[in-house]
């Protein structure tokens, strides 16, 4: 099964910065076969995680300086594989993480997400306000935790951690104890 992906996205011609330009994701990749298809939700927001990641982000290699970069996410013996290579695919570094400190955010983001989709489509504008509030900061959470695991690896602002944490919830969608 092919992997979902975007890449050529004009995001970077914004960027005057020559430093920008070698310091961000100019695509990425999720391994088909580390993930299920989720809920029409589920699929918009992982949809919506790459185009945005693509689109703006801050993604850099400590020691490296020759970015633009591709990155493919997926999952390696039940651990998570970013594989990062240059736009023209030679290979530069890969990384495998423990799932396991992400399982009970990821958990969470899970029900949070469940109470956020069935509500916008029966809640009072309140109610939604509410429980999406908390989304933000279960996501937020998430997002600390990938920047934390990821440190000294990769570096990123918090808008690319929390697509990657999206992300990383999309793969861990296989198997989940949902």
Not at 33 to 48: V, W, Y
Not at 60 to 85: E, K, Q, T
Request: net charge negative.
């Amino acid at each position: 099964m092919p992997a979902l992906s975007l890449s050529g996205l004009t995001g970077a011609d914004a960027m005057t910065d020559e430093t920008a330009d070698t310091r961000r994701l100019v695509a990425v990749t999720l391994d088909e076969a580390s993930i299920e298809r989720g809920t029409p939700d589920q699929e918009h927001e992982r949809t919506i995680a790459i185009y945005d990641l693509v689109e703006e982000n801050v993604f850099g290699i400590p020691g490296h300086d020759g970015g633009p970069y591709v990155l493919a996410l997926g999952l390696v013996a039940n651990r998570l594989s970013f594989d990062i290579r240059l736009q023209d695919e030679t290979p530069i570094i890969a990384h495998l993480l423990s799932l396991s400190p992400f399982r009970k955010v990821i958990k969470d983001y899970f029900m949070i997400c469940e109470s956020y989709y069935e509500a916008i489509r029966t809640a009072s504008p309140e109610r939604i306000e509410a429980i999406d509030m908390g989304r933000r900061g279960v996501h937020d959470e998430g997002a600390g935790l990938v920047r934390e695991r990821l440190d000294g690896k990769i570096e990123i602002d918090h808008k690319t951690a929390r697509r990657l944490f999206t992300l990383i919830a999309a793969l861990s969608w296989k198997g989940s104890d949902r």
